[in-house]
């Protein structure tokens, strides 16, 4: 039977600690279409773990991701952006200062740059965003995958920005297809917890995001590109020309 761990719950302890990497994953549509490849940096800097994730398209646009963060005395997020370009211009950028609890958004509206700039509540080691979830679960998987379902505080974008609620659990394990390879990984699930009244006006669908088995990895990521409303996209740890759905494991044994 699950169990709810809240926001009280002891933050997020580093159980795998990361070090220099560098890959390169493919971002894909939620078909499984090739849409963009993908640059991913991380790399130890005045003892912070600094990432960078950047997507190139054919016709020269891209997007780029960076963050920043603490990995003692726990899993700490301190600096978060996301901007795309379009032909060489600003088309959204997306900004949270953990430390001054600030979160900033610009976004082009026909020929107008429009800009929103909040405080925000940050909970430190509590509060992600971005690819500061793939962190948080990997080292969050032992105590998901003993059925907790643990509630963090993710900075989102409408583009204004907002704080929510979210519940992470364990979703099951599947298959899926990356180029000629057939991979297996637990699939992990992060549900925003949408109020009665906003849920009316916004819909944020889950993100998911797959770990291979220990040690736990980065394997596939699915969900909305930055805004709840934006398409749902998949971004594929082995690159290639096939990309498939993943699939629920039903034999006994898959683990």
Excluded: C
Excluded at 152 to 178: C, N, R, W, Y
């Amino acid at each position: 039977m699950a169990f709810l761990s809240p926001l009280s719950s002891p933050a997020v302890e580093v159980t795998e600690f990361e070090a220099t990497t560098h890959g390169f994953p493919a971002l894909l549509d939620s078909n499984g279409k090739k849409l963009a490849d993908g640059e991913f940096a991380q790399w130890i800097d005045d003892e912070r773990l600094h990432i960078t994730i950047t997507y190139k398209f054919k016709r020269g646009d891209r997007t780029e991701e960076k963050a920043v963060f603490r990995q003692k005395p726990e899993l700490i997020q301190e600096e978060w952006s996301w901007r795309e370009l379009k032909g060489g211009q600003l088309v959204r950028h997306f900004a949270v200062d953990f430390k001054t609890q600030t979160a900033t958004a610009q976004k082009r509206e026909k020929d107008d740059l429009k800009n929103w700039s909040e405080k925000i509540d940050v909970q430190a080691g509590r509060t992600f965003a971005g690819y500061g979830f793939m962190l948080a679960v990997q080292n969050l998987r032992p105590r998901l995958l003993r059925g907790e379902q643990i509630e963090l505080q993710a900075v989102g974008f409408t583009p204004k920005p907002k704080v929510v609620t979210v519940q992470i659990s364990h979703g099951g394990v599947d298959q899926m297809k990356m180029a000629d390879r057939l991979l297996e990984g637990d699939r992990f699930v992060i549900h925003p917890k949408i109020g009665v009244i906003v849920g009316l006006f916004v819909h944020v669908p889950d993100t998911l995001i797959w770990l291979t088995k220990p040690p736990a990895e980065f394997l596939r990521w699915e969900g909305p590109v930055a805004e709840p409303n934006d398409p749902i996209i998949r971004v594929d740890l082995v690159p290639g020309a096939e990309s498939g759905p993943a699939k629920p494991v039903e034999t006994s044994d898959a683990r």
